[in-house]
């Protein structure tokens, strides 16, 4: 019965603001290849919503399809949730947005599903400043078909089978910020302490936010020629800078020995701390975030850490003056007022 998670918890385990453990975060026992990257995406969402004390049934989680797209069915049982059509996520997070404002959005997608068949949907979910979360489990191959090359594969790089990408690469942190994200950030499946605080400070801001997390196939794409591997990515990356989530009522200082910092504070009241590794970096710059993007890709470098953060940005509801109530709320004389409301506003044209 290995299938079946044991539902044993420790009666010391560590409890947040309402009450719960990080027990009560997780989800089903994952069924994805043993030391897959997406498992530590998973802990680490469950890790993040147990530490903000976020109500699991306030959340909501879509997916489209994809070994990426199987992860949310591991992390926050008591979550609404909906596994959409290949790269068609987008779309139904907008329509659910739409409907009830008033919970919070997490997007979890892979390279095949934003990149390739829904990198439309991709483009004007991003453009339209969505409230959400959205993440892209990146290891450059479709894991779930037996390992063929993603369009996120740099030129050159090569699958387990000897593959090699002749094409140029997409870059989805380069995409999101020219569609205009608001929140962009890049960081690697391995490195919790870097993720973890990322996700919070994502799922706190207002407007779209994007994490690209690295997360290497561990069957069809950790061999030796492959830039998406464990070995290649750790010793490749290069972090603009270091995101440190302190929330509100309890302050959190950053340990990484860096000076150079700068508090952003957010929407709802939890403040950013940010810690520069490259004094010159700013991340309050769109244009030159992109530039050191492909400066450090031309070198073979990949670059992680909080890229880009407006702190005054605005969403969707506030760009088209949506009802402040959730739709779902509103009583049925509020959506159909009647013919001679109709009337007036016809009138209000001649």
Known sequence: M?????????????VNELGLTHRDYEGALSTLCAGCGHDSITSAVAQACAELSLPPHKIAKLSGIGCSSKAPTYFLNNAHGFNTVHGRMPSVATGANMANRDL??????????????????????VRRR??????????????????????????????????????????????????????????????????????????????FAFIDIISPCVTFNNNPDSNRSYDYVHDHITTAA????????????????????????????????????????????????????????????????????????????????????????????TLCPGSHVLKTINESFR
């Open 242 to 333: 270091v995101a440190d989530f302190v929330p509100v009522k309890q302050e959190i200082r950053c340990e990484n020995g860096q000076s150079d910092s700068e508090d952003i504070c957010l929407h709802d009241g939890s403040i950013l701390r940010l810690s520069r590794i490259d004094a010159d970096y700013d991340a309050h710059d769109r244009i030159k975030a992109m530039t050191k993007i492909e400066q450090l890709k031309s070198e073979g470098k990949i670059l992680t850490g909080l890229m880009y953060i407006d702190p005054e940005a605005d969403d969707y509801h506030e760009i088209n003056g949506t009802s402040d109530a959730p739709l779902n709320s509103l009583k049925q004389e």
């Open 104 to 125: 919070i959005y997490l997007g979890m997608s892979g390279d095949g599903d934003s990149a390739s068949i829904g990198f439309g949907q991709f483009a004007h979910v």
């Open 130 to 207: 969505l409230n959400m979360l959205y993440m892209v489990a990146n290891n450059g191959v479709y894991g779930l078909t037996k390992g063929q090359l993603a369009a996120t594969a740099e030129q050159g790089m090569k699958s387990k089978s000897g593959e090699a990408s002749l094409f140029t690469d997409i870059d989805l942190c380069v995409s999101a910020l020219q569609f205009g994200a608001t929140f962009v950030a890049r960081s690697f499946s391995g490195d919790k302490s870097q993720l973890v605080p990322l996700i919070k400070a994502a799922i706190s801001h207002k407007g």
């Open 2 to 14: 290995s299938y079946i998670k044991p539902q044993f918890k420790h009666p010391r385990l560590q």
